[in-house]
DNA sequence: GTCTATACCACGATAGAC
DNA sequence: GTCTATCGTGGTATAGAC
């Protein structure tokens, strides 16, 4: 965390406590003791307790736009996508653990943002509707519908940022390769 | 909703709120607006704001103790009883959609409750890992860490209230159906 | 860049009339 | 059982000294 902003420092620690409490229950007066400051002086940095949840919130969702757009553009099999989708979710999430939560769970309370936060969203999860129907179409994965294979997928990985501190060590590639069986191969022993 | 006493129309309404902005956000006189009433008159029902999250919370992580211990006392296999644990998260979301975002997400802002609920989490977790660990140990279930096992299956029951009320007709069994297909077997097509 | 002081407003909750 | 009025607290944010 060397050369950090003094702005990107408040950022990093409101969303940790934005993870403990949520958006709305964490106060500048919070923040401000967290950091040794007195609340006033925050606004020396930020402009509004809005933009800092402005900031966490769109930057991780950019990241996985540009992620998907990388994944989309690529000639793999469906299930290579699903994979890279998946090692997508465990990198950034492992990276932003505590932006996760705000991405997930304080994103209503987004003002002038709330709009683009939205088509982000929706854009992804039809991007990622549209490769699981590919790869139906293709006989690489069951006929089942794809609305609900994206909603247990996805809201698995959206809550990966729970979970990844949880573990001792983290081993990021092993924990990529665990989920990737469990969610694409199930969890049923085959004979 | 009929000789629903104005407590419980109370506790409902707030449920909704709830899941729209988050306890914190959510004041009492938005409350006592969308009830068409002031927010004193709240008072005469129930004895704070406090209160109302405690009764959405505990009535619905009782539910789901009950239906585990029911689960764990039964003689199935472990496959069954993941059936019928899928099964029980289908039944009581649907039943609570809005009191669920409350028990996922506001579980924090409890106070006197706070204990009691975090004990109830953590023996459900438990017995759903130990049925996890009975499965592989039966050969039922493949030898993955049960710990991700359980966090993927896990997260995506828990946020099955997000999804349910998107479906424009709820088949529920066929949710149930599918739900354990794929959380059970997998994506992937079999040949 | 941090501080003290404070403006202004909304919060949960209570008192007491009707 | 609902209302008006209000209390005490604490919210975001600004002004201006240092």
């Keep these: 965390m060397e050369n950090e902003t003094r702005q990107e420092e408040i950022i990093r620690v409101a969303a940790k406590l934005f993870k403990e409490k949520g958006y709305s229950a964490v106060t500048m007066r919070d923040l401000a003791t967290t950091m040794n400051m007195k609340a006033a002086s925050l606004y020396n940095h930020i402009s509004s307790k809005q933009e800092i949840l402005e900031k966490i919130i769109m930057r991780i969702a950019r990241k996985f736009s540009v992620g998907m757009t990388a994944v989309k553009s690529s000639n ?8 890279k989708i998946i090692a997508l979710h465990v990198e950034v999430s492992s990276q932003n653990i505590y932006g996760m939560a705000a991405l997930n769970h304080d994103w209503m309370h987004l003002e002038a943002q709330l709009g683009p936060y939205k ?4 854009d992804y999860e039809n991007d990622f509707k549209e490769i699981l129907k ?9 006929p089942i519908k794809p609305d609900v294979m994206m909603f247990s ?3 698995t990985l959206r809550s990966l940022y729970l979970w990844i501190p949880k573990k001792e060590v983290i081993h990021l590639e092993e924990l990529t390769n665990n989920l ?12």
Tied chains: 1, 2.
């Design 153 to 155: 997928i996805l809201t």
């Design 180 to 191: 990737s069986k469990i969610l694409i191969n199930g969890i049923i022993k085959e004979n």
């Design 76 to 83: 793999d099999s469906c299930i290579v996508k699903l994979k």
């Design 134 to 142: 590919e790869g139906i179409a293709a006989g690489e994965i069951s």
């Design 119 to 122: 088509k982000l969203r929706s």
